[in-house]
């Protein structure tokens, strides 16, 4: 598609995606795009190697496109948000399990979520989720680029993996 033809190709998508948001945190555009880039990162895998690489399907413990992505669920436990945001973003679906808002600045968001000062995106569990109730959404973003960054560099490694200028490991 244009110039996105493997995997990594599209995980270099996500890692533009993810640094651009995260140069303007309070950009729902920004967080979604990377969001739903994030969750078809999966396809691309799947599609471009996995679906045939059997060594790997053995490491990971799967047997199918469906149980890959039950793997990721289990292994990454905040991709499933990413899901409903990636999915809720293309069938239109307002109504979420959890609430998403812009906070304006200092003071008009939880006590120690997001960055001092600025406007960013907030994402809100509920109240069961207990000391995950609140979590800007960067956080959340960064967790999932890091576990593809993880997952290519162990199971499909390049010398050219893009990195993320938002990451300081």
Same mark, same amino acid.
């Given at each position: ?23 303007? *945190?309070?950009?729902a +555009? ?9 969750y ?8 471009d ?16 496109k469906d =149980?890959?992505?039950?793997?990721i ?10 899901? +409903? ?10 109504? *979420? ?10 003071? *008009? ?10 406007? $960013? ?11 995950h109730?609140y979590?800007?959404?960067? =956080? ?14 162990? $199971? +499909? ?6 990195v =993320?200028?938002h990451?300081?490991?």
């Open positions: 598609m244009f110039d996105l033809v493997t995997s990594h190709d599209f995980y270099a998508m996500l890692v533009q995606d993810f640094d651009d948001f995260m140069d303007e *945190q309070s950009s +555009r920004r967080a979604l795009h990377c969001a739903v880039t994030a078809h990162l999966h396809e691309w895998v799947w599609g190697w996995l679906a045939k690489d059997y060594d790997t399907w053995k490491a990971l413990g799967i047997r199918d =149980s890959f992505l039950a793997w669920d289990d292994t990454c436990p905040w991709f499933p948000i990413i899901q +409903r945001l990636a999915n809720g973003t293309k069938h239109f679906i307002r109504d *979420q399990d959890f609430g998403a808002k812009k906070i304006g600045g200092y003071g *008009q968001g939880p006590y120690g979520v997001g960055p001092y000062g600025q406007r $960013y995106l907030l994402i809100e569990s509920g109240e069961g989720a207990a000391e109730q979590y800007a959404a960067a =956080s959340l973003l960064e967790v999932v680029v890091r576990f593809w960054r993880d997952f290519f560099i162990k $199971y +499909r490694p390049i010398a050219s993996l893009p =993320s200028k990451h300081v490991d």
